[in-house]
C-alpha cells in the first residue's frame, strides 16, 4: 500500500539540524509552513523572516534566542514534551531575523504563516500558556494555547495537546475548511507527532463529507500530517501518550469550526 500523501515523515538531521520541512508549495496551499530542527549543543539556527512571520517552539531542550531587537538567554525548561510542562517560545514578525543557539540538545518547530510585520517580536514563556482541559471521559485531553486568536499575530494559530494512551483527541470530529465567518473560518493545519513509547504509533483520520477524501492513518513518531480539509480525529492507542503540534493559518485570524453532524450527539451528551 502507498504511503499517505498527507503524512510527511522526518529525516535524518541536515547540516544545519532540519529533519522536517514543510512548504505552502510543497503541502498545495496557500498559508501554513512548518519546519522541525534537531541541533546539537553549540549548534546555532539563523534566519530571516521575509514575508512570513514564525513561531519558534522549543519543544525541548534548552537555548539562546534573539531577533534583530531582542534577546533572550538559556530559554526552555522541559527536556522532552511529555513532561507536559507548557513550552517556551518566541514570536518573530516578517521582515526580521532571529537565531537560536542550543545549549543543550534542542528540538525546535518553527511555525510560518504570512505575515505584516504589524507586531513586535516577543518571548512567550510558560507562564503566558494558558493551559486548558478541553472533552470528557476517554476523550479528556490538555491543550496548551501557544499562540491563540486572542494574542498578537497576524496569520498563526498554534497549540499543543497531549492526548493520554487509550484516549481520542480532536473529537468529535471538526472541520474549518470553508471561507464563511461568522460561522467557519478556512485555516490550513499541520499535526506534528511525537509518540511515547517512541516505537508507538497514533491514529488519525482525515475525511470530507462526501468522502472524497477519507484516509485513516497510522503516524509514526516524528511524523506530520497535513490537513487541507475535512474533520481529522486523532486516536492515541493504549499504552502510548501522543502529543501534536497543530499550526493554522488561513485568509482571517480567528479559530471558527463546524462539528460532523453524524457525532454532534456525543457534544449534547457532554452538556448533560
Same mark, same amino acid.
Not at 539540524?17 to 512548504?23: A, E, P, Q
Not at 497510522?218 to 490537513?227: D, H, Q, S, T, Y
Given at each position: 500500500m502507498a504511503p499517505s500523501k498527507l503524512i510527511v515523515p522526518s529525516a535524518e538531521p541536515a547540516a544545519d @539540524?532540519?529533519?522536517?520541512?514543510?512548504?505552502p508549495q510543497s503541502a498545495g496551499w496557500s498559508y501554513v509552513g512548518f519546519e522541525v530542527y534537531r541541533l546539537q549543543a553549540g549548534q546555532s539556527l539563523k534566519r530571516e523572516t521575509g514575508e512570513q512571520e514564525a513561531c519558534l517552539v522549543l519543544?525541548? @531542550?534548552l537555548a539562546d534566542a534573539a531577533t534583530s531587537g531582542s534577546k533572550w538567554e538559556r530559554i526552555g525548561e522541559r527536556m522532552s514534551v511529555f513532561e507536559e510542562k507548557p513550552p517556551y517560545a518566541v514570536y518573530v514578525p516578517s521582515g526580521d531575523a532571529y537565531e537560536l543557539t542550543a545549549l543543550t540538545e534542542v528540538e525546535l518547530a518553527v511555525c510560518l504563516a504570512p505575515g505584516k510585520g504589524s507586531h513586535a517580536a516577543r518571548l512567550i514563556a510558560p507562564s503566558d500558556i494558558e493551559v486548558e482541559i478541553r472533552g470528557k471521559g476517554n476523550a479528556q485531553r490538555r491543550i496548551h494555547q501557544i499562540l491563540p486568536e486572542q494574542k498578537e499575530a497576524d496569520s498563526l494559530l498554534v497549540v499543543e495537546v497531549f492526548t493520554p494512551n487509550g484516549h481520542w483527541s480532536s473529537y468529535p470530529p471538526h472541520k474549518h475548511d470553508e471561507d464563511n465567518l461568522p460561522d467557519e473560518s478556512y485555516l490550513e493545519e499541520t499535526y506534528y507527532h511525537k509518540v511515547q513509547p517512541e516505537h508507538g504509533f497514533a491514529i488519525q483520520r482525515v475525511y470530507t463529507d462526501d468522502r472524497s477524501l477519507d484516509e485513516t492513518m497510522?503516524?509514526?513518531?516524528?511524523?506530520?500530517?497535513?490537513?487541507p480539509k475535512g474533520y481529522h480525529p486523532v486516536s492515541a492507542p493504549p499504552g502510548y501518550d501522543v502529543y501534536y503540534l497543530n499550526v493554522m493559518a488561513g485568509p482571517v485570524r480567528t479559530w471558527k469550526f463546524h462539528n460532523d453532524p453524524d457525532h454532534e450527539w456525543i457534544f449534547k451528551e457532554w452538556a448533560k
Open positions: @539540524g532540519n529533519v522536517l520541512r514543510i512548504t519543544l525541548s @531542550g497510522a503516524v509514526r513518531n516524528g511524523e506530520a500530517v497535513l490537513v
